[in-house]
């Protein structure tokens, strides 16, 4: 055998074995324990089914000291804050993955249904006030200041919102996309229920687009640096809107996307702590930015009638070609193990949005028998799954440390994850309370959390494929409902593809 032809054997083994590996992974298991962690992050009354154990009741007074009920919802992340914007963005997303690949997700239906319902059933109290949407419950800055359990929080638990006086219709036309798109998931299930999604969902939407104008401006000494708007708030106009027409076909909202599409190429943010920002582009997409989702949502709606829909189509094959490592247009970045990357923290809600993206897409083109151009390279539906599914198997595992990034998947996975509940012990291990600065030793502690937040995906690891396991990198080590939400509908795909 000649030298070139072992190298060949050598490249056909390796493929081989790569092969192997990214076919390896348990993607329903994966699912099962990505749709728990919402679980995990529950504030307010757990119910009587809650598998998640350790976790208990808390913030059972949200909102009562101004006399209206705000009991419910999702902590963000690692902290014990509810910050609306990027919840309702998770919802939002959740729902979209049931109307999606709800089909293929078997039994974990019902508890992707509960997690929908969680976020909704909050959603419906935030909204419940005329002129006023709740945007955010807790104080972040006294909350960020200590280490505590959620059930032991005795920092204040001050509502914010929006309002006419003081707008905020990215969080409020976020919110009607949740609140739409989930009236669609309920609809065969819960006629009544989902009716009353759809009607709020119309309402908010109103008071957002009525009122136009950023939280940025109104609140932003509180939902500033956490989640700040910083691509405008168009984009969340032309979501909600969009979902409004999915979900009720209703030729007002179909209208208003037509008509104000090009608001996206316009829409600017100054002087956002100091700097000005331009808005989003067809290439992003996550809690902040929903262009990229627009397009592909709105493909959706006119594949079978106007496939060449401007600029929407165009714009959606635009951000594939952005993510496609061969693109001559490429734009993210790619690690040397092969995760995408893009700039900011918290990296790993890039590769599972816009991965979640690629599969719908992917899915929408073989219905329509297309392939998309990007430049000499031909992007087949099938290329787009691959690509998402070599971001999905790096999460899992199959990357250059060996290493899940999802708790309690795999053999090897983070030990200790910045979060709050996860870190310090259990009511059941420790029933009385631990106070602000109590919990600090166990931030501080080198071992492992004692309580497993199964299913969190974290931050996960820099462009160089380093991880560093520790509570104090909480760019790397803390989970996200947005980060898990795309992964929900990613891994309901492959379980059965």
């Known amino acids: 055998m000649s030298q070139v032809q072992r190298s060949l054997v050598l490249v ?70 509810k910050f609306n914007f990027p919840m309702a963005f998770s919802t939002t997303i959740l729902a979209w993955s049931v109307l999606e690949f709800g089909n293929f997700m078997g039994s974990d239906l019902s508890n992707a249904l509960d997690a929908i319902k969680w976020g909704t059933d909050y959603f419906l109290k935030a909204t419940s006030i005329p002129g006023f949407v709740f945007a955010q419950v807790g104080d972040p800055y006294a909350d960020h200041n200590c280490w505590e359990r959620p059930e032991d929080m005795d920092t204040p638990r001050t509502p914010y919102a929006v309002s006419k006086r003081f707008p905020g219709s990215e969080v409020s036309a976020e919110i009607a996309a949740a609140l739409a798109a989930s009236s669609l998931v309920f609809r065969a299930i819960d006629l009544e229920y989902s009716a009353r999604l759809l009607n709020r969902a119309r ?96 493909y959706g709606l006119v594949m079978n009638s106007n496939p060449n829909f401007s600029p929407f189509i165009p714009n959606a094959d635009k951000f594939v070609c952005t993510v496609l490592p061969e693109s001559p247009t490429v734009s993210v970045q790619y690690s040397p193990g092969g995760l995408l990357f893009k700039p900011g923290g918290s990296n790993l809600q890039h590769p599972t949005a816009l991965s979640f993206l690629l599969v719908v897409y992917a899915h929408y083109l073989s219905q329509g028998n297309r392939v998309i151009h990007c430049g000499g390279v031909v992007a087949t539906p099938a290329r787009l799954i691959q690509v998402a599914r070599g971001q999905v198997d790096y999460i899992l595992g199959s990357n250059p440390l060996n290493m899940s990034y999802m708790v309690g998947y795999g053999n090897k996975f983070p030990q200790k994850i910045h979060h709050r509940g996860s870190s310090l012990p ?55 409902t947005y980060i898990n939400a795309p992964l929900v509908g990613l891994l309901a795909y492959f379980k059965t593809h």
């Open 12 to 81: 056909a083994m390796m493929m081989v074995a790569v092969t192997k590996v990214a076919y390896s992974h348990d993607y329903g298991d994966a699912l099962s324990k990505s749709i728990l962690f919402f679980e995990g992050q529950r504030s307010g009354k757990l119910p009587p089914n809650q598998r998640m154990t350790w976790r208990k009741d808390s913030a059972l007074r949200d909102g009562f000291d101004i006399g209206i009920d705000l009991v419910g919802g999702y902590y963000d992340a690692g902290d014990n804050v």
């Open 203 to 298: 309402t908010v939407f109103e008071f957002a687009n009525q009122y136009q104008g950023s939280y940025n401006d109104g609140i932003g000494r509180w939902v500033c640096p956490f989640y700040c708007d910083f691509s405008g708030y168009q984009d969340e106009l032309l979501w909600g809107a969009a979902w409004l027409f999915r979900s009720s076909k209703e030729s007002n909202y179909w209208n208003y996307v037509v008509e104000n599409i090009h608001n996206l190429e316009n829409s600017v943010v100054k002087n956002i702590n100091g700097f000005s920002y331009s808005g989003g582009s067809y290439a992003e997409f996550g809690w902040d930015t929903k262009h990229a989702g627009i397009n592909i949502l709105v």
């Open 426 to 480: 259990s009511i059941n291990q420790q029933p009385g309370p631990i106070d602000c600065k109590g919990g600090t030793p166990y931030f501080s502690s080198n071992n492992p959390n004692p309580n497993l937040l199964i299913g969190a995906v974290v931050g996960g690891p820099d462009i160089k494929d380093s991880y560093n396991d520790s509570r104090a990198d909480f760019v790397q080590s803390e989970p996200t």
